[in-house]
């Protein structure tokens, strides 16, 4: 099947989405199937069904920002996140913010107070830079063709728990070019755990999330979607960390008493 804009703006709305919700989506266009227009129609389809409210994609550029490649320009630099976000983020009215390694574009309602302020954060995903904000906003996730192992809000939980050995002890010296041309030394602590990269275990939370009605199931064109709703994902996810704050160390499943009534605890 080939889909059209209306096809995923009618897939938007079949999952209940509101046009005013405030709205981050991790995505993978390959999973969506063939589209007329392919991603660019996608991104026309999401910016008018979510006209009125906030669109965000992440821009993150963590893979290459590093010592050796230390200026962040947010004019510039590409996504190392898939191929909307790149194409949205170059968008009419889209801001970025400046966050060199977990940077986020926006549009829509209140997208520049949103984005404003992440170079005074030394840290990935600080409670209050754009991550805290979604859970501020009450904003949804969606995960268009992704797991939940791309959920980066995730690292921010563990690190508003103060999770032990989630941040590297020193920082690392980045750069952050603005568009007026001035350079900002932003010194920040990186992602770092001694058995590799964590977030390949974050969809353990999968049951637990879809079970108590935190998240459900959708279609975007051919690709599996999980809504995920944040605050009471956070909350559920902390309520965990509380019990046991290397969770998501290894793959043990989550036991299924610290969710079943529901609420976190």
Known sequence: ?????????????????????TVLVH????????????????????????????????THTWRQINEEHNVFDPMTEPACVGILPNLFMKRPGVVRSWHPTHSVAALGRGAQEYVKGEEQWDTPCPRGGCWGKLYDLAAKILFVGCTLKTNTIIHGVEEWNGVPNRLTDTHQLL??????????????????????????????????????????????????TYICDVRPMVDLVSSFLKRNPDLFADRTPIPEDWYSAGTPR
Do not use: C, W
């Open 27 to 58: 995505s993978s266009m390959k999973s969506i199937g063939e589209v007329e227009g392919r991603a660019d129609t996608v991104l026309d389809a999401f910016i008018e069904y979510f006209s009125d409210g906030l669109l965000i994609f992440p």
């Open 175 to 224: 750069r952050i070019r603005t568009p007026d041309g001035q350079v900002i030394d932003r010194p920040m602590r990186r992602h770092h755990h001694v058995s590799g990269d964590i977030s390949q275990n974050y969809d353990k939370i999968e049951d637990a999330l879809l079970k108590t009605g935190i998240a459900r199931l959708g279609r975007i064109g051919d690709a599996k």
């Open 1 to 21: 099947m080939v889909y059209t804009k209306d096809d995923i703006k009618k897939q938007l709305k079949d999952m209940r989405l509101r046009p005013d919700d």
